[in-house]
């Protein structure tokens, strides 16, 4: 823990912006639209409003115990055992989800650009680059993924200005209420855990220059990677219409297929798009890594990361390789995204009450004496 | 290892460790009191060379001494005219007086000698190493001290123009091989006291004179202590160039990327000095040492700064694309070809496919086979004299490519492609932040050979996330981009005008950070007149334009 507290505002904004931002971006417009038919915007802004609340949630118990991380705090709030107990939770889920990340990862990449290369290989890379920057500490952290936000914005936005030129309006209503409620409910579950990498400003706002601005880096961070989330749905929902979408795995990736450089520069952009998009895969990757990483140091109360660094990566591969294949995986990825939504909106939500409830008791205590 | 030991303990003395420890056996006792003695034990450790001179003589005709030096190192002249001449013939205004021997060495040093340099010391060690340095030491019959006096003169070239950093724009001087003159370039260029030389000795045997230069009250005082702290923790037998301490104080060692900056020209230093920067000279290096630096400060020359902004920031951006075409230029061309020609044009491609239609390997091959005959050939133009260097080149660069391409070695476009990246690395400013990038090409060639262009980002992310872990004096390397400061990003792909840039750049966390004075300047509101473009504040940047650059001091 010897590390200068230098994180800054704006880079725990782009820490959660490039988190967030991930292996989701591809199959998003799939989910929300088999959640919402035409009103998939509307299922995407109740997720990113339900993620949000997490967030906030996390940012202000974060705000609360400035100098610990939710591994730590929990065991001040409901006790020693009982929080290292969730605090295993917390962990085993971050490490299912980083194997799921590079086993989507994969699975795109075999899919969309080297089809002859095993799956085990183009995993083993992303996971092998993810560890290696896995070794430094939390400053090199935050400064990889504040370097990288602008490139990952970038592409996503260039595709959606390019192809919005075929954008059919009529594709977009109704707005509201396109499919019945219990799906929409569904999807919104669904679009919120693309989220779920936010939960790693609890890690980082022990090392913030200034705690209390964690609320404001998270809105921030919400609201882009949020509004992106939406652009992209927006565009792909307007382009291809709720039918069409429902046929394809990727769609994101199909919205880059059918954009065109003015100019024939290039023929086609879905490479490009994918080969900048494993930046954003990685940057997700290292996020939820590196955040299991940490937690297994604060669980244990080691003193430095670096060694379990390599350690973990074993069972990272194992779990990645579990699911059969692509439909196997992207049901065991809505299971456990929405499972997952338990530890990371309502296990905070959970604790924020505890803590409140404790605090109020603590001055009650001390207002009766005096 | 004991001996390094032994070392380390008495630091405070002149470290004085010959191979032969002939002086180190006697140490740094005084001398004795009789002539005969001291030129004995003289002869005794120099007596073999050639050139040590030993002359006797009576002072004021009187007391008998002896001047001795090395007469390969001293000038004559000086010797005979302003210290021999006086000492052996009486001036006028001490004739007559009394001259009692105790006396005698504070006579010689006040009122005899006409020489600015003239001191007292008596410790055997130390005026044998000051011998060696160029000094001339009397000795006098019967008196403990003696009197060395700095005659020292050692050829050295003149100032001429910086060979590896050529400029169109701006000044000419380059350093030279002497410390004494760089020094002195530096200074003619910073008029102030706030100009810092600190100097200390590195290398058992060369006892080079290492100076610290800084600015007090800009640079960071922190990072001027590291730099003392592990200077002074080097313990070698021969520093010969900067370079050598360049590797000493790097903070990785195993780093492709340079993490000090070495430039040969003045201007650039003192420009680096005032941005609050420390800057490490060696004695017989015609380069400075620049601590810390950032990764945008290799792609910057003096140049941008001395031309007007908007083409300081196109040439800036042009060399940006070069940087970045010399690194992955060769790669994005063969996983294009090999892994997904789709994305080509149709036309293009069709000629591409019909270039290669001869070549028997694989992309991959065919580029690493061009590449490594284009680094040899680069070698050999370094190495060879200019009047073969030029024909070498177009024999290599001409006729090879020719061949090879109608021998069926390579297609015409990987020629092309190779050639540009060449270009392109030539194009970086820094020799070493190019050859950082020039190694690095081949790792990511094999991998793109291997993945295509998945293997190309993970090849480039990979050099990231390591140039983002690199700290150079503590500043992380990337800075200003990441870690971000918005007074560093303007000067980061393009040069802003000088004007937007009021502070210094916070990533070097300067003591004082104000570059530009207050808004009391007159000059440019006047150049106004007739302008109605910049009749406003709010119309670009007049409001920041008032700096002057007259009276005030630096900081």
Known sequence: MGDPKEITTIQATTILISTIIGVGVLPLPLFAVRAGETSAPFVTLTGIFLAALGLFILAYLGMRHPQKTIITYSQDIIGKWLGRIFSIFVICFFLVLTSLAAREFGAVVVTGVLRETPLEVTVIVMLLLASISCRNNINVFSYIHNFYVPMILAPVLIVVAFSLKNANPLYLRPVFLGNDLRGMAAGMLTVSALFQGSFIITMIIPSMKSPNKALKASFWGILISGGLYLLIVIATVAIFGPEEIKQIFWPTLELARTTAVPGNILQRLDIIFLAVWVLAVFTTLFSSYYFTIHSLKELFQLKDHKMLSYFIMPFVFFLAMLPQNILHMYEIIQYIGRAGLLITIMYPAFLLIIDFLRSWRRKKNVAKPT | ?555
């Open chain 2, 1 to 555: 290892m004991s001996l390094f030991r032994k070392k380390k303990r008495n630091v405070k003395k002149p470290q004085l460790l010959t191979p032969s420890k002939a002086l180190e056996k006697k140490g740094d006792t005084p001398t004795s009191i009789s002539l005969m003695v001291k030129i004995k034990e003289v002869k005794e450790l120099l007596g073999n060379n050639e050139d040590l001179q030993i002359k006797e003589f009576k002072i004021f005709g009187q007391y008998p001494a002896a001047s001795v030096c090395l007469s390969s190192l001293i000038n004559q002249d000086v010797l005979n005219q302003d210290i021999l001449k006086p000492l052996m013939y009486v001036p006028e205004h001490l004739k007559g007086k009394e001259k009692p021997l105790n006396e005698l060495v504070h006579l010689i040093v006040t009122e005899t000698v006409y020489h600015s340099q003239a001191k007292v010391a008596e410790g055997k060690e130390q005026l044998i190493e000051l011998m060696l340095r160029g000094e001339s030491v009397i000795f006098i019959d019967g008196i403990k001290d003696s009197i060395h006096i700095d005659t020292r003169k050692i050829e050295k070239r003149s100032i001429a123009q910086p060979e590896t950093e050529q400029v169109i724009l701006g000044p000419r001087e380059g350093f030279i091989e002497s410390i004494s003159t760089n020094i002195a370039l530096l200074r003619y260029r910073l008029p102030t006291p706030d100009f810092q030389v600190k100097t200390m000795k590195i290398g058992r045997l060369t006892k080079s004179t290492v100076a610290i230069c800084y600015l007090k009250g800009i640079a960071n005082e922190t990072v001027v202590k590291e730099v003392e702290k592990r200077l002074s923790e080097i313990n070698i037998d021969a520093i010969l160039d900067v370079g050598y301490l360049e590797q000493f104080i790097e903070d990785n060692p195993f780093s492709p990327f340079p993490q000090t900056q070495s430039t040969e020209r003045p201007d650039k230093t003192v420009a680096n000095l005032i941005e609050g920067r420390v800057a490490i000279l060696v004695d017989g290096s015609p380069f400075s040492l620049l601590v810390p630096v950032v990764f945008n400060q290799f792609y910057q020359t003096t140049e941008d700064y001395s031309s007007r902004f908007l083409m300081g920031s196109f040439v800036r951006l042009a060399r940006i694309l070069a940087l970045v075409f010399s690194l992955v230029f060769p790669s994005l061309y063969v996983s294009l070809i090999s892994f997904n020609p789709e994305l080509l044009p149709t036309e293009f491609a069709v000629a591409v496919a019909g270039g290669r239609a001869g070549v028997p390997y694989p992309a991959v091959i065919e580029v690493l086979i061009i590449e490594v005959s284009m680094e040899i050939l680069r070698e050999a133009t370094v190495r060879l004299p200019k009047q073969v260097g030029g024909a070498l080149s177009i024999v290599g660069v001409l006729v090879i490519g020719q061949a090879a391409v109608e021998a069926g070695l390579s297609s015409p476009i990987t020629v092309v492609v190779i050639a540009l990246t060449t270009i392109g690395s030539f194009a970086t400013p820094t020799y070493t932040a190019a050859f950082a990038l020039r190694m690095l090409r081949f790792p990511i060639m094999i991998l793109a050979g291997i993945f295509g262009l998945y293997g190309v980002m993970v090849g480039v992310i990979f050099i990231f996330n390591h140039m983002l872990s690199l700290k150079s004096f503590g500043v992380p390397y990337m800075a200003p981009v990441s870690p971000e400061d918005s007074q560093g990003m303007k000067d980061v792909v393009i040069r802003s005008p000088l004007w937007w840039m009021p502070k210094r750049p916070e990533f070097l966390r300067p003591s004082n950070q104000n570059r530009l004075g207050l808004n009391d300047n007159k000059v440019l509101e006047h150049n106004k007149v007739g302008n109605d473009q910049r009749e406003d504040a709010a119309n670009g940047g007049s409001k920041g334009d008032h700096n002057y650059s007259s009276d005030n001091d630096l900081n």
